[in-house]
């Protein structure tokens, strides 16, 4: 996920959050109206029920006073007779607000009260034998019967209940809050004289009456119905039921709390609950939301990593075996060049030589630069720590890098920390790449002033240091914009101005990728323009806490590893398909005296190898048709074969492919280049009754500044010869003063043939002492001066000459002193008479 | 696994379209919730006897309850040419029933003996049918005071004959028939004391041939010069307009005939159901077992009149008229039957039960053809 779909996707989710927010507050608040509404319409439900009980009680009690009254009306129709005295009797026990009456048809009464029937609606079915029920408000409560006779209506009586015993009589108010009245079907008349001025007041507010008006609306299509009035008065359920068999109904109201009671604080807690689950509903929602997105961007970015790893390694795969098959014709090419040099003495064709070796060589850099992060995107890489001397670490850094610098015409500046441990546990051939890596960008990008390389330590804690690897230079820099690119595979900076530079570029991706793996850090500082300094730093635990500059002991200068080897009458087969590095192997050997057998194939080898034995057997481990391995295995089975050692030759000069052969049974392995003091070496361990000339290499070179103090050089020059070389460098120092002498005066007198001769024969002892850097800058001033020397010199190229002579005069003489120094650092172990000796 | 991103621009609306279809129904479901699972509309159905397409007793019955569901907005379901006496109408029940009618009603005179069982076990739907002769709890009896009109037609009857004699066909002496003869009688009575009314049976509620039979004989031999019947067809109004008398129509308007149509007692089909299923919908159904609807409802009317009727007549007709309004009754005393006794005494009135189940007589008065 890039950063940009991350800054779209937030405001996205947090717009999916608010919108479900909403819709849920939406639809919570839509749920309360709702429930409210449905609360309502069920508790008017519940109390048009109610009223149907409340009614069912009352029609109850009016049925039984009907039928009271029909008893009455029966047994007056029965005895005639008797009819008048039992009225009579009936009418002295009424009570209070009760009153009877026995009617003609022509509605004159017999006994008891006048009636006025039309008062009461309905009140006529009763002369065409019905019993009626009957009420008008503020008249009262009628019950009227016939009497009748064979079938006709004889006569009516009739009790009348006034407003004011209807409460008492038939419990119209015996229902707690609720408040009940008679009414007449389709009417909106009161019995005003019963009720008080509040509940007049009440009945006669608009709201209230609207809401009867309602109820009475609904009760001309159904038995009972009740509605939900809120106004001044408060809330109050409205309601009415049809008393059924007459025109009237029993309307009421009650206050809303009566009926719901508890329910609303019920329904509180619902709601509020349910907000709560809503929220936490919420809450779990966009947790997921969120979870989804990151579990889809992660899931994008495993995909797009499993997808770049598997291209990497694809890419690795393919680098590292186009690296490899290059690496074998350049071998060639190296080995071929190796033996022009050794072959002549021509001067011409030796710097050629050397040329062709300088080009071979960054061909090769470049091939393991590709192949080193090829290797390290693969899967086999791997840091291998073991101790080494920090001493060597630097030296090796030192001598790969400085010639170069030196040649470009820079000063290179080593500035060492001498207290730095001897020993280190490390990667040492990991952190020397890093060195050279920095060190030879910083060459590459340098076109005037200083290359400074600078190794010190932090201490980290008693067995730990932090190694401080540092690289400064004055060269182009790096721009601001271009810090981050900077550790990207196959991108150069600047491209158009450093057009001219050679490099894959992969420099600083690699030593980016093993300061990584080693835990370490790499820093940039850079000024555009003004130069720029990287700073390594690793975490190394310590093996030797001495310090390097420690007095007394100091390494030896020089290993008597080997003398050269001759080996007359050993007998060697060397198996390549490869003929170039048939032939190459056979040159190198030459000096040895070995006999050396050759050919092209497995197959040839096993035939050679069944007709005599060998001491040794140099086989390639990469053939056509039959491999090294395949060889191997074939040629132990040979009788005089069993126990000779077999040394692989390959290219391929990782741990595992070591570990590999090893596995397989080569007894050890050459890496190709081969060249020819480690192919001396290694048969040296395998060839017996060897002897010869014993050759001193140097064990460390303290190559640490410009001078270029090369002692194998010097070693050289000496035939190998420690006296003969030590005896060199003493005369040099002896007469170092009297040369410069010569020089300074040749110098100050423009004397410039005689300053030839001397700077010509101060290059020759310089280079027998191995002083490179002397040797250079004396050729340069060699020529320059020959140059002088010439008869019909142009203007320009005596400008020219002239310039140079005078550029690096002054340096030759502190060159000089520096070698000098130098020389007398190396002398003088040797002259207090202390034994060199290797101390593994 | 497929390439993830032809998938993605589609999850999207997806995620918005199951969103909003979600949130539609939640809204749905609130908004449809009911507290009380409504209950179903009532259903309200009728089983009569013949085809309720063709004009008479069947067709006007329709349209009444056709008209009184759509004033109420209940819809309605018809079973008819319903035979008597199959057990056809106890299946029309059920099968009504099971279509969720709540009221049925049965617009013929047997169907509530026959089913009398099917009715009972039905006790949650209300039944409403034209005969007393059945008693269940959940049975009303609904009735037209059909005498009323025939009071009215009576005084017309009395007010216009010249003859003297009135004639007057009638299926047979039953309660029903009786009593629109007796009231008819009073009618005449009140009109024309001297006037008098011979009945003819024809033994039969539809025998065309014999009511006009009986109905030559009335005019031919009797010299009846106004004709009045009670039958389900009419034929007499025929034979009335061949013979070239008044006569007085029954239940249907009659079109198509000449002035000697004086005038037709018409019944309010749709105020009588209207009443019926009002009573219905108030849950008072069953709260009266017998109810009677008269001229004080509407239910029963007169048809114009024919231009023979002089407006003397019509003020008579019409005071009678507001009479009933003021809840006076037809048969109040002193009634004597052909026989002489008193059926009701002076200052009584005939009770509607004892009109209903016990008019097994004639009114003083009343003749009838041999």
């Not at chain 1, 030896?556 to 003929?579: I, S």
Request: proline fraction near 4%; hydrophobic fraction near 40%; charged fraction near 25%.
């Amino acid at each position: 996920m890039t950063r940009l779909e991350n800054t779209v996707r937030l405001p996205r989710i947090i717009l999916e959050i608010v919108v479900l927010l909403l819709s849920l507050f939406a639809i919570g608040l839509l749920v309360q109206h709702r429930m409210n509404a449905l609360l309502h319409t069920s508790l008017e439900h519940s109390v048009a029920n109610s009223s149907r009980h409340i009614c069912s009680v009352v029609a109850e009690r009016l049925t039984r006073e009907l039928a009271i009254l029909r008893q009455t009306a029966e047994s007056l129709s029965d005895i005639p007779e008797e009819a008048d005295g039992k009225f009579i009797s009936m009418q002295r026990n009424l009570p209070a607000g009760v009153t009877i009456g026995w009617m003609r048809l022509d509605g004159s009464s017999m006994y008891g009260e006048e009636l006025w029937r039309e008062r009461f609606p309905n009140f006529s079915m009763v002369f065409r034998g019905k019993e009626v029920i009957s009420y008008r408000a503020g008249h009262g409560l009628i019950f009227a019967v016939p009497v009748l006779s064979h079938g006709n209506v004889q006569s009516v009586i009739w009790r009348l209940f006034d407003d004011t015993v209807l409460e008492d009589v038939f419990g119209l108010s015996e229902h707690g809050d609720t408040f009940l009245f008679l009414q007449e079907r389709n009417s909106h008349s009161l019995p005003r004289e019963i009720l008080t001025a509040e509940e007049l007041a009440f009945l006669d507010s608009p709201e209230i009456v609207d809401g009867y008006d309602n109820v009475r609306d609904q009760l001309s299509l159904q038995k009972a119905a009740a509605v939900l009035v809120d106004g001044v008065w408060g809330k109050h359920f409205l309601f009415g039921v049809n008393l059924a068999g007459s025109e009237c109904a029993i309307m009421g109201h009650l206050p809303y709390a009566a009926v719901v009671g508890d329910i609303t604080r019920i329904y509180d807690l619902l709601i509020k609950v349910g907000a709560l689950v809503l929220g936490l509903f919420a809450m779990v929602s966009i947790w997921l939301i969120v979870m989804h997105s990151r579990a889809e961007q992660h899931e994008i970015r495993s995909r797009e990593e499993s997808l770049h790893a598997e291209a990497t390694q694809a890419k690795s795969e393919f680098l590292a075996g186009v690296s490899h098959d290059i690496r074998t014709p350049i071998n060639v090419i190296m080995g071929m060049n190796e033996m022009i040099l050794r072959k002549t003495s021509d001067a011409e064709i030796i710097s050629y030589a050397h040329g062709a070796r300088r080009a071979g060589e960054s061909l090769i850099a470049l091939v393991d630069d590709v192949f080193n992060l090829a290797y390290m995107e693969s899967s086999g890489f791997r840091i291998t720590e073991k101790p080494y001397r920090t001493v060597s670490f630097i030296g090796d850094a030192v001598t790969m890098i400085k010639p170069e610098a030196i040649h470009k015409g820079l000063h290179f500046i080593v500035d060492i920390d001498r207290s730095l441990p001897r020993e280190l546990m490390g990667d040492c051939l990991r952190i020397q790449q890093i060195a050279v890596n920095l060190l030879s960008n910083a060459v590459k990008y340098t076109e005037k002033g200083h290359v400074t390389f600078r190794v010190a330590y932090e201490p980290l804690n008693l067995d730990h240091i932090v190694f401080v690897i540092e690289v400064r230079d004055t060269g182009i820099g790096i721009h601001e914009d271009d810090r981050s690119k900077l550790f990207h595979s196959f991108q150069r900076l600047d491209p158009l101005k450093n057009r001219h530079i050679d490099g894959t570029g992969l420099g600083l991706v690699i030593t980016s990728e093993l300061v990584q793996r080693m835990q370490g850090t790499i820093e940039v500082k850079s000024v555009y323009g003004q130069g720029s300094v990287f700073t390594v730093r690793l975490p190394q635990k310590i093996v030797d806490a001495e310090p390097i500059a420690s007095k007394g002991k100091r390494p030896p200068l020089f290993q008597k590893v080997t003398g050269t080897l001759e080996a007359d009458g050993a007998n060697v087969l060397v198996v390549d398909d490869n003929e170039l590095n048939l032939l190459l192997t056979r040159r190198l050997l030459e000096r040895t005296r070995i006999r050396v057998d050759t050919c092209l194939s497995g197959q040839e080898a096993l035939e050679k190898l069944a007709a005599k034995p060998y001491d040794v057997v140099l086989l390639d481990y990469m053939m056509p048709m039959m491999d090294g391995a395949e060889t191997l295995r074939r040629a132990r089975v040979l009788p005089n074969c069993r126990k000779t050692p077999f040394i692989a030759f390959t290219a391929d000069a990782t741990e595992e492919s070591r570990k590999r052969l090893l596995a397989e049974g080569f007894e050890d392995l050459l890496t190709k280049p081969v060249d020819g003091a480690k192919l001396e070496a290694m048969l040296a361990r395998y060839v017996s009754g060897t002897n010869g000339r014993t050759q001193y290499f140097p064990v460390h070179e303290p190559v640490l500044d410009e001078v270029e103090l090369d002692i194998s050089l010097g070693l050289d020059a000496s035939a190998g010869s420690r006296e003969i070389y030590l005896e060199l460098a003493s005369m040099f120092v002896k007469q170092k003063d009297e040369k410069k002498r010569a020089l300074e005066n040749a110098f100050l007198t423009k004397d410039w043939p005689e300053y030839a001769i001397l700077v010509h024969a101060l290059k020759s002892s310089a280079m027998s002492v191995g002083g490179r850097g002397l040797a250079r800058i004396a050729e340069k001033l060699e020529n320059a001066t020959r140059e002088l020397t010439q008869k019909d010199l142009s203007p320009e190229i005596e400008e020219t000459s002239l310039t140079s002579v005078y550029a690096h005069h002054e340096t030759l003489m502190r060159y000089c002193d520096e070698l000098t120094e130098r020389l007398k650092d190396v002398l003088a172990p040797e002259e207090n008479g202390k034994e060199v000796q290797n101390p593994e | 696994m497929p390439d993830s991103r032809f998938i993605r621009p589609l999850r999207w609306p997806l995620f918005s379209l199951t969103a909003v279809a979600m949130i539609i129904a939640i809204l749905a479901v609130i908004l449809m919730f009911e507290a009380f699972p409504k209950r179903p509309q009532p259903k309200v159905g009728f089983i009569t006897l013949g085809d309720i397409k063709e004009p008479g007793w069947n067709m006007s019955n329709y349209q009444g309850i056709e008209r009184a569901c759509e004033e109420f907005k209940l819809p309605l379901l018809v079973r008819d040419k319903v035979p008597e006496h199959g057990g056809k109408c106890a299946e029309a029940i059920k099968d009504l029933a099971n279509e969720g009618c709540q009221l049925i009603i049965l617009a013929s005179f047997g169907f509530a003996r026959e089913a009398r069982q099917t009715i009972a076990d039905f006790p949650q739907i209300a039944f409403s049918t034209n005969s007393a002769e059945v008693q269940l709890r959940n049975l009303t009896s609904n009735f037209v005071r059909m005498y009323e009109g025939r009071y009215l037609t009576g005084i017309i009857a009395g007010q216009q004959t010249r003859s003297g004699v009135i004639g007057y066909v009638g299926a047979m002496p039953n309660d029903e028939v009786n009593r629109g003869l007796n009231a008819f009688t009073l009618g005449v009575m009140r009109a024309n004391p001297k006037a008098r009314v011979i009945v003819a049976w024809t033994g039969a509620w539809q025998d065309p041939a014999k009511e006009k039979e009986n109905a030559r004989r009335l005019v031919r031999e009797k010299g009846a010069d106004v004709l009045a019947y009670h039958q389900d067809d009419s034929a007499v109004p025929d034979l009335a307009e061949a013979e070239g008398v008044d006569f007085i129509g029954f239940n249907t308007p009659l079109f198509g005939y000449s002035e000697h149509h004086l005038v037709s007692i018409l019944c309010r089909w749709d105020i009588y159901y209207s009443d019926v299923v009002r009573r219905f919908l108030r849950e008072e159904h069953n709260a009266n077992r017998i109810n009677w609807l008269g001229v004080d409802r509407g239910v029963v009317m007169l048809s114009n009149y024919s231009p023979r009727v002089d407006v003397e007549t019509r003020a008579v007709v019409e005071s009678a008229r507001m009479e009933f309004l003021r809840d006076e009754v037809v048969f109040s005393g002193p009634l004597r039957d052909r026989e002489g006794n008193m059926r009701c005494p002076a200052g009584e009135v005939i009770a509607d039960d004892t009109l209903l189940k016990s008019m097994d007589w004639q009114l003083e008065g009343v003749e009838i053809l041999d």
